[in-house]
């Protein structure tokens, strides 16, 4: 099929470029000419392991185009994403569906008759929206004079992609969600899929199927049903790992161990075994960001979603929790040299929306604490977009740990678990260690002389 993109950022580049390996002619398209040149050379701005190569290789079969012309992405589509980014608006509560209005209004005023397209929002977007996007599309249209000429339906098919495994769920998800009123449009989009929903393509080296995965279904649902699972699928696993947080918090009050209340719940295939690690909770693009939009949206309807509210205070507390561990053991935290190690807000990626790193870094420098950081990918970003973080960075584990009184582990990289912290004791201070993902071996560590503070173990 024909596709074209818009939006050239994290979800919309991952989404080209997978249809594009199962055999599409997809054209991306950005208002930001600067990434579609970057793009154009096969340069993406963002991490994610296996995706450079990917697009790479789709721009040289010429089955993955960029360009800055959205008319030239439109012409012959079939199916036209809209993957444009839904950021928290300036109150902080809503969300700013700015450039979601644009880009339906934009495809408006370029889409030509001739043939029917299908206008998708994979963009996550309050419920209702694919209405409010049709409403924009079709001034578009009025604006070039083609009202009621061009055959379109629009339909809603939000993604479930993890960052730094965004190609595998798009591969190999659990589920593609299909919602629209118009039966041509979910034809299209179950065309469009089959080929996961089926498995029929060879899988990219370094993607490899998941033992046992043979299908994916497609659940065909009205629109607002499809934005609102986007919504309550991360709303569920925000509260999964609200959840046993509380319950690591209630294990060191009386002395359990929370990795093995995980294992010994998880294990009851009602509740299952994921998103049950604690730590210093979530952070992330999504998580915060849907929570606090749907928590405004019951609110519109005068509905006050309680367990909701409740979870996102649960997060909000729970961010902290490793500075509190550190004020147990260290008592006085004011001079001391604390070590961050990790300030993605979680491995494998450099993002750092809401990551918990951030709001410890700040906390600790409340405190009088002078505090150093490293990640393996993130520091460039962070002194990008954070340059007012009250922190300095460091190029290895070792140079953090020299002379440091604490190492705080808030991201769980394979570095750091690897790391030779026979080494790293000797360098520091005072060995004090508090794991804020439960990812290194406590048993080990206390038997190499450290203090040793996990979450709930
Ligand atoms: C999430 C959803 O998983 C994905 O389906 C959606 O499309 C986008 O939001 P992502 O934000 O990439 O994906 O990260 P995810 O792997 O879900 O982790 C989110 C946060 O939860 C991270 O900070 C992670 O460290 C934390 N987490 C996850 C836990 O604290 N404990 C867990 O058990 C799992």
């Known amino acids: ?35 579609i040149s970057r793009l154009i050379e096969g340069n993406l701005s963002f991490y994610e392991p296996h995706l450079p190569e990917l697009v790479r290789e789709q721009l040289q079969a010429d089955r993955l185009q960029f360009t800055s012309e959205l008319r030239t992405a439109l012409s012959n589509a079939d199916v036209v994403f809209i993957a444009v980014g839904t950021p928290v608006a300036a109150d902080g509560q809503t969300v700013d569906m700015r450039f979601v209005g644009d880009a339906a209004y934009n495809v408006g005023l370029n889409l030509q008759p001739g043939r029917f397209q ?47 495994m965004a190609i595998a769920d798009t591969l190999y998800p659990d589920r593609i969600i299909a919602g629209s009123g118009d039966e041509r449009a979910l034809k299209a989009l179950a065309e469009l899929y089959r080929p996961i929903v089926d498995q029929t393509f060879e899988p990219p080296s370094f993607s490899p199927r998941p033992p046992g995965f043979k299908r994916a279904p497609l659940v065909r649902v009205d629109p607002a049903t499809a934005e609102l699972i986007k919504y309550a699928a991360n709303s569920f696993l925000a509260t999964k790992i609200a959840f046993i947080n509380e319950m690591a918090n209630i294990c060191d009050l009386v002395g359990a161990n929370v990795k093995d209340v995980a294992l010994g719940i998880g294990l009851d295939h009602r509740i299952g075994g994921a998103f049950l690690n604690a730590g210093v909770g979530w952070g992330g693009s999504c998580f915060s960001k849907d929570l606090v939009a749907l928590v405004r949206e019951a609110e519109v309807y005068a509905y006050t979603p309680q367990l909701l509210k409740a979870v996102l205070e649960q997060n909000r507390w729970q961010r902290l929790v490793a500075v509190r561990k550190l004020q147990d053991v260290l008592k006085t935290l004011r001079g001391r040299r604390i070590g961050i190690l990790g300030l993605a807000f979680k491995p494998e990626t450099d993002d750092l929306r809401s990551a918990p790193a951030l709001d410890i870094i700040r906390r600790l420098n409340e405190l009088g604490c002078v505090v150093r950081a490293y990640d393996p990918v993130a520091v460039p970003r962070c002194r990008e977009t954070h340059p007012d973080m009250p922190v300095t960075y460091g190029e290895s584990v070792m140079e953090i740990a020299d002379g440091a009184d604490a190492l705080i582990l808030v991201t769980e990289w394979q570095d750091f678990v690897n790391a030779d912290w026979q080494a790293i004791k000797s360098l520091m201070r005072t060995p004090v260690v508090i794991d804020g993902r439960n990812a290194l071996d406590k048993q080990r560590l206390e038997g190499m002389g450290f203090v040793y503070r996990g979450v709930g173990i």
């Open 1 to 35: 099929m024909n596709i074209a993109i818009i939006g050239a950022g994290w979800v919309g580049v991952t989404t080209g470029a997978v249809l594009a390996f199962l055999g599409n002619k997809v054209k991306g398209y950005d208002v930001n000419s600067k990434l």
């Open 118 to 164: 299908v206008i998708v929002t994979k963009s996550t977007v309050p419920v209702g929206t694919n209405g409010w996007i049709e409403s924009y599309i079709e001034q578009g249209l009025e604006e070039q004079g083609l009202s009621g000429r061009v055959d379109y339906a629009v339909a809603s098919n939000p993604e479930f992609l993890r960052e730094g």
